[in-house]
């Protein structure tokens, strides 16, 4: 059943080339974005007010980027919380305001209150699940499926992987219909989505390395991760990943944050993973990494082919493919679940079964 690999989380991570393709075929049609069961005018996308995006746990870290994509590419703005806080907070929702609720399982208990929460307040909702007939998929007004198929390890991956692709594809549709991205724009994103499945199995391939190098850090007491923008909802996933399958605390910081606390934490030898994917901001996290690197910390960078400069501060550099600045989430996440998976190995955890946690979180 799994598929001569050893666990279901690596199945399910080799799985992820398929499962983003799958995501991604149906809603292309003549070199078009066309996603049907979204079922809204252009009129309608044209007079959303707000996007808020709902979920749990790795869900909602998908939905941390997407928020920095809503913005900058449809310049909708968006706001992200986790199913448990918003469902209490007696959130503002008006007219135009559109929720978004992620879940894989569409069984998560705060993610099903929260959609009936925002439907009894009158937002128009909208699911992006990955079972089919789930609970939430049952109730949204309007559902996107993930195609990613079962996903049997409890720590989430390929599912994580199609919840971005559909993220992307929404982006896409909501840019184009309100005119901020030019045609030709949208070719060239359409272009590189294709290429993101052959890409993440590129990196998957890189899985050796990893390991030797995850070999080092089976008895870390602390790892770091850190980023801006994108980068930084990557890696609060990234940090969840090692915590809840290897049982080291690890923890995500936007790199700017840093100093204002956990840079304490630091010392000879602790492991800093940074995520560099987003040019504009290269010299600005080059700098945190610096700052980690005068305390002892040894640095792993995870960035652009072509950045070379990085070379000059990062310990050990892993490179990712060239694709859009929205799209290199979808590839610096790979060598993450690797690292995640292969220290959880060699620790000799359950890596498909971590204790404590159930796949479905059903009840609050
Ligand atoms: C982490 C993980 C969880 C889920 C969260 C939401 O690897 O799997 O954080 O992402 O429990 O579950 P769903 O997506 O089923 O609502």
Avoid at 28 to 39: A, D, P, T, W, Y
Avoid at 97 to 119: M, Y
Avoid at 301 to 326: F, H, L, M, R, S
């Amino acid at each position: 059943e799994k598929g001569g690999y050893e666990h279901f989380m690596l199945k399910e991570m080799y799985e992820q080339p398929k499962a983003v393709r799958d995501t991604l075929e149906p809603r292309l049609s003549n070199g078009k974005v066309v996603i049907e069961e979204l079922g809204m005018t252009d009129e309608e996308i044209r007079s959303i007010n707000n996007i808020h995006i709902v979920a749990c746990g790795s869900a909602s870290y998908t939905g941390m980027c997407a928020k920095y994509i809503f913005e900058e590419m449809a310049r909708i703005p968006a706001f992200v919380d986790v199913a448990s806080e918003f469902r209490y907070r007696n959130p503002i929702l008006r007219k135009g305001d559109l929720v978004i609720i992620i879940s894989q399982s569409g069984e998560t208990a705060d993610s099903l209150a929260a959609l009936r929460e925002a439907k009894e307040k009158g937002a128009m909702t909208l699911a992006i699940v990955n079972v089919v007939g789930s609970s939430i998929a049952r109730e949204a007004d309007k559902v996107i499926y993930t195609w990613a198929g079962p996903e049997i390890a409890v720590a989430t991956t390929k599912a994580f992987s199609t919840q971005l692709m559909a993220e992307y594809l929404l982006a896409i549709k909501f840019a184009e219909v309100r005119g901020t991205v030019s045609e030709e724009e949208v070719d060239d994103m359409i272009q590189d989505l294709k290429r993101l499945p052959d890409q993440i199995q590129m990196l998957l391939a890189n899985r050796n390395h990893i390991q030797k190098f995850a070999n080092r850090y089976i008895a870390a007491r602390d790892v770091f991760f850190i980023g801006r923008g994108l980068d930084y909802a990557l890696s609060m996933e990234g940090a969840l990943k090692l915590k809840e399958i290897s049982y080291i605390h690890a923890e995500a910081y936007a790199a700017g944050e840093l100093k204002h606390g956990t840079i304490s934490l630091v010392e000879d030898g602790t492991l800093v993973v940074a995520v560099l994917t987003q040019e504009a901001l290269f010299k600005k996290t080059i700098s945190n990494i610096q700052e980690v690197k005068s305390r002892g910390a040894f640095a792993m960078a995870v960035t652009v082919e072509g950045n070379t400069e990085i070379e000059k501060t990062a310990d050990y550099v892993i490179y990712i493919p060239e694709t859009n600045k929205y799209f290199t989430s979808s590839l610096a996440l790979i060598p993450l679940q690797l690292f995640a998976y292969y220290v959880a190995v060699a620790r000799g955890c359950d890596v498909d079964k971590p204790k404590n946690l159930a796949k479905s979180v059903t009840v609050e």
